[in-house]
Every structure is written in structure tokens, then in C-alpha cells.
């Protein structure tokens, strides 16, 4: 359904939505903008002063154009505020701007196939063969005692792949969800399988996601936009929320790393439940919410207790039933990050304080941005978890560390992403960390190797010894997991 058809309904039905008390009214303004002068980054460096940025200046600094944020304290949304553009025109975000929420998108379906569980419609743990119709999980010898379920698909564990989609242009032939799943043109990625044995462990797999798409539809005999309203979008109130392109509407325009437009604005992503999500950061937040409050075992919850126990325990690794997990007692939340061409977006959940935030941008820089703003917002609301920024101890980019570094990388394991650079700042010392596509930010020396303040990338040799690394390490302070990274030959 059309995001405007879909709120004249919501307005239709507005007295049943509050019944049960699933629906959260909203301030229509910010009472408050303390976070948004008070900014840390991810690295401070010994000795010293603590710097707290203001977020017009990070959003210039990383090209961000425009943000959008609600916020939840003891279980309302109590500031909700737009800062910056949507698009060129310079028309200014607003509380109601719509965004893609790219892989956020994910547990909003869980939630709704959760919920399809509850009513005894769908279950978690059969052979999901057994109920597909139209398509069915492509036969291996590693399902031998190993089926798909939609236990493991929810918690990325099913042995799916691939792992992610980028989108199609505007004006481009679009695939059905079935020639994405058999990876027939006009589909470009590879089709859905299996590569690993189901249950072994977790690797992250959009794919498995349309899979668990196509069951629920196929189930229900539903589209998937019309379940997504009935399961989702209209028990929680989320009145500005669907998956068509709004145009026309209040919509921001994404952005590439170098601060340009997306061509045509946004790509179009035909897989609905793991990317295509659009959404206001209210209404991302009504969500969360609800969320929490299935999670609290809350009377009037929209889950079952043990449904929503599932919800939000790891299965495996810290992969949830559709969300990430992590912390213990009051620190314990969680929540979901998205990336698609042009947009950036993150929830994160505190079910035990009730808290949270629903953070929506249109730019492929906004990642570093996003953290940076959660760290106001934590030091603004208390937050049980401080997002305490970590102190490192600063030295020398002597020539030997120069050396060691400087180079162009590419990921081991990773694929689909353009190689990076090491290169020497304008003062021939500084070293800079170059994505190569309009994203460069300064890296400085420790103990250990380098490390990236603006970001919290931290990049550390494997090989020993004198001389150039051969391979690296690259993480982000924060964020659980590392990659590994080869140098390439120099050109000659």
C-alpha cells in the first residue's frame, strides 16, 4: 500500500490502534537539543583536553546533509528533532521526513514473522521446504540433518547467502522476488543457497530474509506490504512507514560518500524485507517502543513473553531473532544498523531503562556520524551504557611506521568492496586513511599500530618483522570482529 493510502487507513482506524496501548503519541517538537553540541568521537588521545563537537560542524565533516533523530526515555519518545537538508533544493529535514531505514528494515520483518509464530501461522523450527510453494531452499548435502528454518534464518544462521544487495537505479528493469532468489537477470547478484552447513554458525544473509519473505506471504496469502501493515505498521502506529519510493513526498535524498546526489535520487531495492524499509525516525522509534515493551513482558505487549525472550536473546554469536544483542543488566540492548546506496540508519534498544534511539541519514558517509551523535545522546539521557570514549596513548609516525603502513589494501574476506589506501598527509607525516571514494580521514601512531579518532578505525600489522606489513588488521572501536587485509603490489 502507498505510504499516503496507508495513513488515511491508520486515520480510519486510530481508536483501535490506541486500544491495548500499542500506539505512542509524540511531541510534534523538540523540547531539548543537548546532545547535539555535545558530540564525542571515538578516540581521545592522552594528555589531552576532552573536545565535545557540535553536529552541525560533524555533519560538514563527514558530508552528511541531513539527520534525523527521535528519542525514547522511559518508554515514550520524548525529542524528536531534523537537522540539515533532504536534498539539494534545500528544503530542511524534518520530524516527518521519510528515509530508506536499509537493513533495519530486517528486524521490523522478524517482528512481524514473530508474530505470525505467536498465532501459530508460521514455526520456528520446521523445515521451511515444507511450506514454500513457489520456491524452495536449493537441495545440498550440507542439509543433510541441517534443514532451513526460520529460527536460523532470523538469526542469520541458516547457511544462506548472499549476504547483501545494492540496489537497482531508477529506470532500470526490476527483478521479482523470484528471479532473486534463483539469481536470474534482471536480478545481479547471486541466487540464494546455502554455502555452509544451517546452525553451524552465523553469517550475515540478506538473502535468507526473502526467503522467510516468501514463506510468510505464500502463509498468509498476503503481499508483503499488506502484512507488514496488518502485523506491524498499524498495531505500533506507524503512520508514515511503508515500502514504495515516495515520491512526491517529504523524502530525503541519498547521498554518496563525496556529498553528491544518488543518481535519481535513491536505488531501488526489490527485496523487501531486507532493505526496503522506508520510514521516519519517529515512526522508526514508534517501533522501538514496542519493542522494548514486548521485551519488559509488558501487559498489553504486541508479542508473547517467550516469543519476545527469543526476540531479544542471542542465538547465536550476538545475532538475535532480527536484531543484535549485547551488554548484561542494565547495559543490556539491543538494536540494528542499515546501509543502503546513499543512507545510513540505526535503532538501539535499553529495554531495562526503557531508552533508545532511532537515527536516520542520507548519506553513504554517515556511519562514523551515527556513533559520534549516540555518544551525545548517551552522555545527554544517561544511558546505562556510557559509550565511554576510549584513551590511547599517541606516538611518533616515525619512517618506519610509514613504511610499515603506507599502501594500498584489499579485504581478504570481504568481498564486493574497493580496495583502500595508507597514504602520506599534505605535511609529509600524518598518514591518511583513503576509501577512495571521497571518504579520507587522518590515522595516528600507537603502540599498537594506527588509529583513526574521527571513525575509531584501528589498523594493526600481522606480519612481523621489519618492513612493509603484507597483511592488516582493520576494526572500529565499538564494533565487535575484525577484518583481515592484504597489501597489493605496488605498480610499477
Not at 538469526?155 to 532468489?181: C, D, E, F, M, N
Not at 508483503?224 to 523524502?251: C, I, K
Not at 540494528?336 to 548519506?363: E, F, K, M, R, W
Not at 575509531?456 to 606489513?469: S, Y
Request: charge should be neutral.
Amino acid at each position: 500500500m502507498h505510504v499516503a493510502a496507508q495513513k488515511r487507513v491508520v486515520g480510519a482506524i486510530i481508536g483501535s490502534a490506541l486500544s491495548g496501548c500499542a500506539f505512542v503519541q509524540v511531541p510534534s517538537v523538540s523540547p531539548h537539543t543537548r546532545y547535539d553540541n555535545a558530540l564525542r568521537q571515538a578516540v581521545a588521545f592522552e594528555g589531552a583536553a576532552e573536545a565535545k563537537m557540535s553536529l552541525a560542524d560533524r555533519m560538514a565533516r563527514w558530508k552528511v546533509p541531513g539527520v534525523s533523530v527521535a528519542i525514547i526515555d522511559d518508554c515514550r519518545i520524548v525529542e524528536i528533532k531534523g537537522f540539515g537538508v533532504a536534498g539539494a533544493n534545500g528544503r530542511a529535514v524534518r520530524t516527518q521526513t521519510i528515509f530508506q531505514a536499509a537493513s533495519v528494515t530486517k528486524p521490523v520483518a522478524a517482528f512481524a514473522a514473530l508474530r505470525l509464530v505467536d498465532k501459530g501461522v508460521l514455526s520456528l523450527d520446521e523445515d521451511v521446504n515444507l511450506h514454500l510453494q513457489a520456491w524452495k531452499v536449493p537441495h545440498t548435502p550440507l542439509l543433510t540433518g541441517h534443514p532451513v528454518t526460520l529460527r536460523s534464518i532470523l538469526s542469520h544462521s541458516a547457511g544462506l547467502v548472499p549476504g547483501g544487495y545494492g540496489g537497482y537505479r531508477k529506470g532500470s528493469p526490476i527483478p521479482t522476488l523470484l528471479q532473486t532468489l534463483d539469481g536470474i537477470e534482471p536480478a545481479r547478484p547471486k541466487p540464494v543457497e546455502v554455502a555452509y552447513t544451517p546452525g553451524s554458525e552465523w553469517r550475515y544473509a540478506g538473502g535468507g530474509y526473502l526467503v522467510a519473505q516468501l514463506l510468510m506471504t505464500e502463509k498468509t496469502g498476503k503481499s508483503f506490504d499488506s502484512l507488514m501493515r496488518d502485523e506491524v505498521f498499524l498495531p505500533t502506529g506507524m503512520q508514515h512507514s511503508g515500502f514504495e519510493a515516495p515520491d512526491g513526498q517529504d523524502v530525503a535524498v541519498g547521498h554518496v560518500a563525496d556529498g553528491s546526489e544518488v543518481p535519481g535520487g535513491w536505488h531501488i531495492y526489490p527485496e523487501l524485507a531486507a532493505a526496503s524499509l522506508w520510514t521516519t525516525a519517529p515512526d522508526l522509534a514508534l517501533f522501538g517502543v514496542v519493542a522494548m515493551k514486548a521485551s519488559r513482558h509488558d501487559r498489553h505487549a504486541l508479542l508473547s513473553p517467550g516469543i519476545a525472550d527469543l526476540m531479544t536473546t542471542a542465538q547465536i554469536g550476538s545475532r538475535s531473532l532480527g536484531f543484535v544483542v549485547g551488554g548484561e543488566g542494565q547495559n543490556r540492548h539491543f538494536g540494528h544498523d542499515g546501509t543502503n546506496v546513499g543512507y545510513n540508519s540505526s535503532l538501539i534498544l535499553y529495554p531495562a531503562t526503557c531508552q533508545g534511539a532511532a537515527i536516520l541519514t542520507n548519506s553513504d558517509n554517515a556511519k562514523p556520524l551515527i556513533a559520534e551523535l549516540l555518544r551525545g545522546i548517551a552522555d545527554a539521557y544517561s544511558w546505562p551504557d556510557a559509550m565511554a570514549t576510549p584513551v590511547v596513548v599517541r606516538t611518533e609516525i616515525t619512517a618506519s611506521v610509514s613504511e610499515r603502513f603506507v599502501g594500498t589494501y584489499a579485504f581478504a574476506d570481504i568481498q564486493g568492496v574497493d580496495p583502500f589506501r595508507i597514504i602520506h598527509g599534505k605535511a609529509g607525516e600524518d598518514l591518511i586513511f583513503d576509501r577512495g571514494d571521497g571518504h579520507r580521514e587522518p590515522l595516528y601512531a600507537t603502540a599498537e599500530g594506527l588509529v583513526g579518532p574521527d571513525s575509531g578505525i584501528t589498523i594493526k600489522a600481522v606480519t612481523t618483522g621489519e618492513g612493509p606489513a603484507r597483511t592488516i588488521t582493520y576494526a572500529r572501536i565499538g564494533r565487535s570482529g575484525s577484518a583481515k587485509a592484504n597489501r597489493l603490489p605496488t605498480p610499477n
